[in-house]
């Protein structure tokens, strides 16, 4: 009886042959929730897609209701959905997402974590007893030094879990930053580069 609102952002040469394309799915923070999915355009790899040439990528970006979260089983089901209808090579699907969709995109990989090549948390929070779940999934958690409404210290734990558990895990500090730092995260195409160079089959290629 759940539903969700999501815009899918194609690549440039997307049609033009037979390829199959990695996928990445991006959460929202908590102040773009709602109904209207032009609040969901302007942020994270929409931003970067905005200001440049595109993507080699679909980008799956769906929206939070106004009062709620992430739903970790419904975007698993949202994530079906896309697949079954878009040519998407399934070995290279991508979450990430920041400050409240940074705790989806923990919560998520660690409920389905067979599913994804990499995550990228931002800002983000989650539990580290779940973390040892992800010891087989590379991890690229930011945070910024001086964020204030979810402390660094909710990334470096996570990492810390994961590592301890034999997983690949880097937590990149922006040492200058708040809360706020996704726009430079996203907005760097190292981050996308990281992402091409994982899949489920290859592992780590490093970054």
């Given at each position: 009886g759940k539903s969700m609102s999501y815009l899918v952002t194609l690549p440039p040469e997307y049609g033009v042959d037979d390829r199959r394309w990695p996928l990445i799915l991006?959460?929202?923070?908590?102040?773009?929730?709602?109904?209207?999915?032009?609040?969901?355009?302007?942020?994270?790899?929409l931003e970067y897609v905005e200001k440049h040439e595109g993507l080699p990528f679909l980008i799956v970006s769906p929206q939070a209701p106004p009062d709620g979260g992430w739903d970790a089983?419904?975007?698993?089901?949202?994530?079906?959905?896309?697949?079954?209808?878009?040519?998407?090579?399934?070995d290279r699907v991508y979450v990430t997402g920041y400050s409240m969709g940074g705790g989806g995109t923990?919560?998520?990989?660690?409920?389905?974590?067979?599913?994804?090549?990499?995550?990228?948390?931002?800002?983000?929070?989650?539990?580290?007893?779940?973390?040892?779940?992800l010891k087989s999934v590379p991890v690229w958690a930011f945070h910024g030094a001086k964020d204030e409404t979810i402390p660094v210290s909710q990334s470096e734990k996570m990492v810390s879990a994961l590592r301890s558990a034999g997983g690949n895990a880097t937590l990149t500090v922006i040492y200058d930053g708040g809360h706020n730092i996704w726009s430079e995260v996203y907005g760097k195409p190292r981050l996308y580069h990281w992402m091409l160079g994982h899949s489920r089959q290859k592992g780590s290629s490093g970054k």
């Amino acid at each position: 009886g759940k539903s969700m609102s999501y815009l899918v952002t194609l690549p440039p040469e997307y049609g033009v042959d037979d390829r199959r394309w990695p996928l990445i799915l991006f959460l929202h923070g908590a102040g773009e929730r709602g109904s209207d999915l032009e609040k969901v355009k302007g942020h994270g790899p929409l931003e970067y897609v905005e200001k440049h040439e595109g993507l080699p990528f679909l980008i799956v970006s769906p929206q939070a209701p106004p009062d709620g979260g992430w739903d970790a089983e419904l975007l698993a089901g949202l994530l079906d959905d896309v697949t079954s209808q878009n040519p998407v090579d399934t070995d290279r699907v991508y979450v990430t997402g920041y400050s409240m969709g940074g705790g989806g995109t923990w919560s998520l990989a660690t409920a389905y974590p067979e599913r994804f090549a990499g995550i990228v948390p931002v800002c983000g929070y989650g539990s580290p007893d779940e973390a040892a779940k992800l010891k087989s999934v590379p991890v690229w958690a930011f945070h910024g030094a001086k964020d204030e409404t979810i402390p660094v210290s909710q990334s470096e734990k996570m990492v810390s879990a994961l590592r301890s558990a034999g997983g690949n895990a880097t937590l990149t500090v922006i040492y200058d930053g708040g809360h706020n730092i996704w726009s430079e995260v996203y907005g760097k195409p190292r981050l996308y580069h990281w992402m091409l160079g994982h899949s489920r089959q290859k592992g780590s290629s490093g970054k």
